[in-house]
């Protein structure tokens, strides 16, 4: 028996990176996968590659998620998950941060979070369990220096996570934070960085897979997790800890 076996299950942000591998081990696990994304092209393909199913999802939109949570619920019953994903990111010091970028990245990594957790909070609340797993990063745990704009939304994530899990966890819902250091995905090419440079601090010496982060999500999304909520958990390669 899979470890998700027969839960439903919605990633955002699942057309690429950490959101697409997500998608992939949750239905090997069992699990009914719905992957959202704005690229709906290679959404399209993934969801195939997953056996799931695909929806547009622009998260900061609140219209959107009413009518995707609407019909998971009409058509799976309930929902299980939810793997708040999707972001961006952008690198500019405080002081060369434009209000423009300033609201764009809170819009998708903070706000989109925000909608996401209270669209499924109802549910999750009537059928008694749930389990949202929010994707923060390690410029949520300490100073972002250069990413101004993104390490403030992902503190927010941090924080709204332990708001919301203390509100949520009498009515059985569970809401956790995770904390990635350098993944391999398309974001981090965007660092622009040399790879021996950005490793350097790494005590493991390396950057991380996608499946590495995936495998921590699955364990929150399962009931293998059924005592944690609130919870930072931080997958780093030990860069936080020198
Ligand atoms: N890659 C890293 O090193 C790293 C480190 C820490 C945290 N993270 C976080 O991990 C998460 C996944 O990122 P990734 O590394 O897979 O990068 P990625 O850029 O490959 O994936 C991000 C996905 O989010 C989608 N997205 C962007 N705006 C959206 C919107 N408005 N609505 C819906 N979807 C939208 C993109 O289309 C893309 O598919 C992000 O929240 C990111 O901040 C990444």
């Known amino acids: 028996m899979g470890r998700l076996e027969g839960k439903v299950c919605l990633i955002t942000g699942a057309a690429r ?20 994304d704005v690229l709906d092209e290679a959404g399209a393909a993934m969801a195939e590659a997953a056996q799931g199913t695909y929806r547009h999802l622009d998260v900061r939109n609140e219209d959107e998620w009413s009518a995707l949570i609407e019909e998971i619920v009409s058509r799976d019953g309930r929902i299980d ?42 549910p ?15 410029a949520g745990m300490q100073a972002a220096s250069g990413a101004f704009a993104y ?12 708001t919301a899990a203390v509100e949520l966890a009498r009515r059985g819902v569970r809401v956790n934070s995770i904390h990635p250091g350098l993944i391999e995905t398309d974001m981090l090419d965007q660092l ?14 390396r950057t991380a897979t996608a499946m590495e982060v995936a495998n921590l999500a699955l364990y929150l999304a399962s009931d293998e997790s059924s005592y944690s909520t609130g919870s930072e958990f931080v997958v780093d390669g030990g860069l936080s800890a020198v």
């Not at 990176?17 to 959202?36: R, Y």
């Not at 764009?104 to 996401?116: A, D, I, K, P, T």
């Not at 999750?124 to 390690?138: E, F, K, P, T, Y």
């Not at 390490?151 to 332990?162: E, H, L, P």
Request: glycine share 12%; net charge positive.
């Open 17 to 36: 990176g950490q959101g697409a591998v997500e998608a992939k081990l949750f239905a090997e696990e069992g699990a009914k996968v719905w992957l959202t």
């Open 192 to 205: 622009h960085v040399d790879p021996e440079r950005m490793t350097r601090r790494v005590p493991l010496g």
């Open 124 to 138: 999750m609340r009537d059928a008694g369990a749930g389990s949202i797993v929010n994707i923060s990063s390690l």
């Open 151 to 162: 390490g403030t939304s992902k503190w927010a994530v941090r924080g709204m996570t332990k």
């Open 81 to 122: 998950v939810l793997v708040n994903n999707a972001g961006i990111f952008r690198s500019d010091t405080m002081l060369d941060t434009s209000l423009e970028d300033f609201r764009n990245v809170m819009g998708v990594n903070c706000l989109g979070v925000f909608l996401g957790m209270r669209a499924v909070a109802g």
